[in-house]
């Protein structure tokens, strides 16, 4: 996972990058409370950095040099493929997990 932290003129932390268990650029802020997830949580939500710059530009614009590390470090876009297989993993971790928490019984 690549993740890449600015602050906007506000001073108010971002972080941005690609996550690629779910097949999908992020882009995060860090509140007082909490770091809450603004795009890019959903499976192959975000597929490209022009993608996640057209989500953000009502709130916060990437900053040239963070734009430059995604584009140069994350795949240029993802894939229906890629996006597929993301669900399928997560679907594969979810079976296991709800196996594993109620003893190997079946639900």
Same mark, same amino acid.
């Given at each position: 996972?690549?993740?890449?932290?600015?602050?906007?003129?506000?001073?108010?932390?971002?972080?941005?990058?690609?996550?690629?268990?779910?097949?999908?650029?992020?882009?995060?802020?860090?509140?007082?409370?909490?770091?809450?997830?603004?795009?890019?949580?959903?499976?192959? =939500?975000?597929?490209?950095?022009?993608?996640?710059? #057209?989500?953000? &530009? @009502?709130?916060?614009?990437?900053? %040239?040099?963070?734009?430059?590390?995604?584009?140069?470090?994350?795949?240029?876009?993802?894939?229906?493929? =890629?996006?597929?297989?993301?669900?399928?993993?997560? #679907?594969?971790? &979810? @079976?296991?997990?709800?196996?594993? %928490?109620?003893?190997?019984?079946?639900?």
């Amino acid at each position: 996972m690549s993740r890449y932290v600015f602050a906007d003129e506000r001073g108010q932390s971002w972080t941005v990058g690609f996550d690629p268990s779910v097949a999908s650029y992020f882009a995060q802020v860090d509140s007082a409370e909490d770091i809450v997830t603004i795009v890019g949580d959903g499976y192959g =939500e975000i597929r490209s950095v022009d993608d996640l710059k #057209r989500q953000l &530009e @009502q709130q916060v614009e990437l900053p %040239a040099p963070i734009e430059e590390k995604l584009r140069a470090r994350g795949p240029q876009s993802v894939s229906d493929l =890629e996006a597929a297989r993301a669900r399928s993993r997560v #679907r594969g971790m &979810e @079976q296991h997990i709800t196996h594993t %928490a109620h003893g190997g019984m079946s639900l």
